[in-house]
């Protein structure tokens, strides 16, 4: 490793050595050459060397020497080529004034000497110039003039930069099909060259403008490959922009595994990098994920998050998906006004958004064949044409004047047709928010029907479970009652029955504290009410209830229980365990054992009740939680259920965060394992 390391500086500095050595050749060269056109050819050589290196401010004094020699020689192309580097040179600088200038008169130097390469060379960098100035228009135009001298010549790298510009230019002129086709031409040329960088970049635009037309499996698939491309070291802003964008795709399929794990590691990621927009991306992302997970508590922390990041960074189209999530998030916990309150700062934002001109492609754009025609070769035939048809109508006074009158006309017409238009577009954008609000309304209204109906579901289970045992327990009271009325057993048969009367009674008095409880904990909606209790009182309160049984099947109950919290709705944990333990009871024989035990697992409360009963076969195992299936077997004293106690077990313990499942051999006993979170979510 340390040899190659050592070559590879050897090799850098000799680069660097020879790369100084020729301009210290070139500049002796040119204090010994005649002031002709082969100093002005050795001048640019060297001026190329000195841009190369980036030592501008040496190269433009060279340029600035060699321009005036070429132009007292009257050297046309040494003016092209030293005008054209002096615009490279100010393009660097970032002073676009200067580079435009340099550029046009370079490219009329190129026109008179007909030089084809010239003007496409100089017709590509005023194509990339103008579109980063956002003249989208004009730089594609000219990048699109350039294409066909590069394909010819087989000139690879400028086809690169041509490419990637023309890409940049119908995208930003809303033409994403062209986009694309440009993209991956671009994507093409650099695999060629070996440029990783460029690959990369050609890639991301890809997969971005795959998820803008909905193609969302295309973009996976190139989000994908560029996060295989990148070095996790040097490449830690697309990583973080990367992460959240292919969560975000595999969100639109409900791929909720894939999406939470590309999101929480862009979170994660984001975070340690404080890198804000991605952070912002993510937050949004995971958001999103949890309000379709129905976990709106967290999905609440993370958009507030969002907000304020967006807010401070004033990154206005991630505020508008914000506020687009706020009006979801609010309808789904039923708090209406809340979501009008986000649904106006929503048509706010994109009424000033839409205030914007979008950007289109101008429709006097002639479209360029560049198969059967080349626009820089005519443009070179018609030079001298154009030059002599403007000197003779400029000389004309009545071409003049009638050009004035007939430019007068049309603009008094194109501006009669803007003031229609703009009426027409006013009009067609009140009806089209009016729609949005509407459907806006009809989305919240839905989306609390299909909630409300998801609450009537679990709460009928519910009651029909709670129903069922207060029957019973209440009609075992009363027929103790009808027997001791009508004489029919003795005072001293009553007493000794008094212990089942009196368990009976019991598991009433609980049954209906419990559903008092629950009723009035769910009296808006069924979100859980999460709260730090002790598991330990829970299990000693619920063992308590079934005491009576288990003396009278003569079964064996261990409490192994610890002092630990759960955190958690506890009216739901203590339905969910009354459920276990009665279970429990019910299928276990003379002589088996119960034991009920909670312990700390990877941070969160494992719940344990296990007995040595009857046990599930494989079949049954499936069926007992399945709503559908309303499954249900009677005890091993013949007690019946309603085969609903575990499917609400299920929906509880999810509400929660929490997850249930059992593990049975028949005939050796089963054991029910609950899992709960002990801490309130983070962020």
């Known amino acids: 490793m340390k040899q190659l390391l050592t070559l590879a500086v050897c090799l850098v500095s000799f680069i660097g050595f020879s790369q100084n050595e020729r301009i210290d050749d070139l500049t002796v060269q040119l204090a010994y050459q005649n002031a002709d056109s082969t100093k002005v050819d050795l001048s640019l050589m060297l001026i190329n060397e000195l841009y190369a290196i980036e030592d501008y401010n040496k190269a433009l004094r060279y340029v600035n020497q060699t321009a005036k020699l070429a132009e007292q020689l009257n050297y046309t192309k040494g003016?092209?080529?030293?005008?054209?580097?002096?615009?490279?040179?100010?393009?660097?600088?970032?002073?676009?004034?200067?580079?435009?200038?340099?550029?046009?008169?370079?490219?009329?130097?190129?026109?008179?000497?007909?030089?084809?390469?010239?003007?496409?060379?100089v017709s590509n960098s005023i194509g990339l110039i103008e579109i980063k100035r956002g003249n989208y228009a004009v730089g594609l135009q000219n990048s699109l003039s350039a294409i066909d001298i590069f394909e010819k010549r087989g000139l690879i790298d400028e086809l690169s930069s041509a490419y990637n510009n023309l890409a940049e230019a119908y995208f930003k002129t809303n033409q994403i099909d062209k986009a694309i086709e440009f993209n991956l031409k671009a994507l093409d040329v650099r695999k060629r060259i070996d440029d990783r960088n460029g690959i990369i970049v050609s890639t991301k635009n890809i997969a971005d403008l795959y998820s803008l037309r909905k193609e969302h499996r295309k973009a996976i698939e190139y989000y994908e490959d560029v996060l295989d491309m990148l070095n996790p070291t040097t490449d830690k802003d697309m990583r973080g922009e990367i992460l959240p964008k292919l969560g975000s795709e595999y969100l639109e399929f409900k791929?909720?595994?894939?999406?939470?794990?590309?999101?929480?590691?862009?979170?994660?990621?984001?975070?340690?990098?404080?890198?804000?927009?991605?952070?912002?991306?993510?937050?949004?992302?995971?958001?999103?994920?949890?309000?379709?997970?129905?976990?709106?508590?967290?999905?609440?922390?993370?958009?507030?998050?969002?907000?304020?990041?967006?807010?401070?960074?004033?990154?206005?189209?991630?505020?508008?998906?914000?506020?687009?999530?706020?009006?979801?998030?609010?309808?789904?916990?039923?708090?209406?006004?809340?979501?009008?309150?986000?649904?106006?700062?929503?048509?706010?934002?994109?009424?000033?958004?839409?205030?914007?001109e979008p950007l289109t492609f101008p429709t006097d754009i002639e479209p360029i064949d560049i198969y059967n025609s080349n626009p820089i070769e005519k443009e070179i035939d018609n030079f001298e044409e154009d030059n002599k048809a403007k000197k003779s109508w400029l000389n004309n006074p009545l071409v003049v004047y009638g050009a004035l009158a007939a430019a007068l006309v049309l603009l008094t017409l194109l501006l009669l047709n803007y003031l229609k238009n703009r009426k027409y577009r006013e009009i067609i954008t009140n009806q089209n928010e009016k729609l949005a609000q509407e459907q806006v309304r009809n989305e919240a209204i839905l989306e609390q029907t299909h909630h409300l109906e998801e609450i009537n579901q679990v709460k009928d289970k519910l009651f029909s479970i709670v129903s069922h045992d207060l029957k019973d327990s209440i009609s075992s009271i009363k027929a103790f009652l009808d027997l001791l009325k009508e004489d029919s057993i003795s005072k001293e048969e009553f007493r000794e029955l008094i212990p089942e009367l009196s368990e009976n009674a019991n598991n009433a008095s609980s049954l209906l504290f419990n559903l008092l409880n629950w009723s009035k904990s769910q009296m808006q909606s069924l979100e859980p009410k999460p709260e730090l209790f002790n598991i330990q009182e829970v299990f000693h309160t619920k063992m308590a209830l079934v005491e009576q049984k288990v003396e009278d099947k003569r079964i064996v109950l261990i409490d192994e229980s610890q002092r630990d919290f759960v955190y958690a709705d506890r009216s739901m944990v203590e339905i969910v365990i009354q459920n276990?333990?009665?279970?429990?009871?019910?299928?276990?024989?003379?002589?088996?054992?119960?034991?009920?035990s909670n312990q700390d697992v990877d941070g969160k409360a494992l719940i344990c009740v296990e007995d040595t009963g009857v046990g599930i076969s494989r079949e049954n195992i499936d069926k007992l939680f399945n709503a559908n299936k309303n499954f249900t077997t009677v005890g091993t004293k013949n007690e019946k259920g309603t085969g609903l106690g575990l499917t609400i077990?299920?929906?509880?313990?999810?509400?929660?965060?929490?997850?249930?499942?059992?593990?049975?051999?028949?005939?050796?006993?089963?054991?029910?394992?609950?899992?709960?979170?002990?801490?309130?979510?983070?962020?």
């Open 79 to 121: 003016l092209a080529e030293s005008t054209y580097y002096r615009a490279l040179i100010y393009t660097e600088r970032n002073d676009y004034y200067n580079a435009i200038d340099n550029y046009d008169k370079s490219r009329k130097y190129y026109l008179q000497i007909s030089d084809t390469l010239g003007v496409a060379k």
């Open 255 to 356: 791929e909720y595994d894939k999406a939470s794990q590309y999101l929480v590691e862009g979170l994660k990621y984001n975070r340690k990098q404080n890198n804000q927009e991605g952070l912002l991306r993510a937050l949004n992302a995971i958001g999103n994920l949890n309000l379709q997970k129905r976990k709106v508590k967290l999905a609440e922390i993370q958009l507030n998050e969002a907000y304020g990041i967006a807010q401070k960074i004033d990154n206005k189209t991630a505020l508008l998906e914000n506020y687009k999530l706020h009006i979801a998030l609010d309808s789904t916990r039923g708090y209406f006004q809340n979501a009008f309150f986000w649904q106006n700062k929503y048509y706010d934002l994109k009424e000033e958004l839409s205030k914007v």
């Open 580 to 596: 276990l333990i009665t279970n429990a009871v019910k299928f276990s024989r003379t002589g088996d054992v119960i034991t009920v």
């Open 649 to 683: 077990a299920k929906d509880l313990v999810e509400l929660n965060d929490g997850r249930i499942w059992v593990e049975s051999t028949v005939n050796m006993g089963s054991k029910f394992f609950i899992e709960l979170p002990k801490a309130a979510p983070t962020a």
